[in-house]
């Protein structure tokens, strides 16, 4: 059964595409054929992340519009065989992503992909719900910050209430918790919400736990999605996410800081 | 954070950490925000207000804000409460 999966949270600026883009890629890593769609029309950003920016010649809503087909939209990730990137349009306006259209590409998606990964704007406007509506699972990307967590938990009032599945009565949208920048030494300070705090006000199960790292900036510089950079801890813990997403048992890792010793904690620096 | 800062709280033991603050604050918060957002009625009742009130209008003359129409949590069941007010002794005939 292919799954429409949402990466969402509300709040901006929190990790939503540079998550789709490692998430889809580890997903076809491990033999799923899978397709990401940019659904920030106006502000697309998925295809720099992937790197297939240069190669963008159509986009959704050309698709939607009837203009070419599906296929010719699809761009083929260059890191991945089994990879496809569906990227937003730079210049129409988000309205043009109407519900209908939306549900009619999933359909054909869902004929040829097993997984398809839906990467959500900020907001809880048009974008994000169209987004959202058909999904069958949802990323909640969330930072260990006040706002973030707020929105989050809004985010998920609206999937309970207002997705399709909520709306036809069927089986909820299965909620996943992702911790994005997180920082055990400051966690360990008492300066950043920890990961049980996150989940004891969130209430969803914890997926996984990216911590902060320099590396994304490097993976976004070079349009390398991080979970295929050597030697990162971003990169172990996003496979750690797609592992437990495919059903895998796997520890939680990064969520805890060497303890600093007495003369570190008195003369303090990292 | 200066030497004597760190020597201080560390002396000290933990003052009250941010973090803590932080995970009251949205506690509080969320526990406000998900009351209104349960207690919010379904998209149906302002609906269902106009329409009562009319055919409630063609029997009786009542004012827009006699009439009531709530949704309340009881435990594991709800309720749909209609509260009309009929106006004193002035009953319009059919």
């Not at chain 1, 889809?24 to 720099?48: E, M, Q």
């Not at chain 2, 709530?70 to 309720?79: F, I, N, R, S």
């Amino acid at each position: 059964m292919p799954k429409i999966i949402v990466v969402t949270s509300g709040k901006g600026g929190v990790g939503k595409t540079t998550t789709s883009a490692s998430f889809a890629s580890g997903l076809a890593l491990r033999g799923n054929k899978t397709v990401v769609i940019d659904f920030d029309v106006g502000l697309r950003n998925l295809d720099l992340i992937m790197g297939c920016e240069r190669r963008v010649v159509y986009d959704i809503i050309n698709v939607i519009n009837n203009e070419v087909s599906l296929k010719q939209a699809l761009i083929k990730d260059k890191h991945c065989d089994n990879l496809y990137v569906l990227p937003a349009s730079q210049t129409r306006d988000k309205d043009a992503l109407n519900l209908e259209a939306v549900g009619r590409i999933l359909d054909e998606l869902k004929e040829s992909f097993d997984c398809i990964v839906c990467d959500s704007p900020a907001g809880i406007e048009h974008g994000a719900f169209s987004a959202m509506y058909y999904a069958d699972e949802a990323l909640i990307v969330t930072n260990p910050e006040v706002s973030s967590v707020r929105d989050s938990d809004r985010i998920l009032g609206i999937l309970a209430a207002k997705s399709k599945r909520a709306v036809e009565g069927l089986d909820p949208v299965k909620e996943h918790l992702l911790v994005t920048r997180y920082d055990p030494k400051r966690v360990a300070a008492g300066e950043m919400l920890s990961v049980d705090d996150i989940q004891e006000i969130l209430r969803i199960p914890l997926i996984g736990v990216i911590p902060e790292s320099e590396s994304v900036l490097q993976a976004s510089n070079s349009g390398t999605p991080a979970i295929h950079l050597e030697k990162s801890d971003v990169a172990e813990a996003y496979r750690d996410l797609v592992a437990r997403f495919m059903g895998d048992e796997v520890p939680m890792r990064f969520t805890t800081a060497e303890k600093a010793g007495f003369l570190k904690r008195l003369f303090g620096g990292r | 954070m200066s030497l004597i800062d760190n020597l201080l709280d560390y002396l000290r033991g933990d003052t009250k950490k941010t973090a803590v603050v932080a995970k009251e604050r949205l506690q509080i918060i969320l526990a406000h925000e998900r009351a209104g957002r349960n207690a919010n009625s379904p998209d149906y009742l302002p609906a269902l207000q106009e329409e009562l009130l009319a055919v409630i209008a063609k029997y009786i003359h009542v004012d827009r804000d006699m009439i009531k129409v709530q949704l309340e949590k009881h435990g594991d069941y709800e309720v749909l409460e209609l509260n009309i007010m009929l106006p004193e002794d002035k009953r319009a005939g059919a």
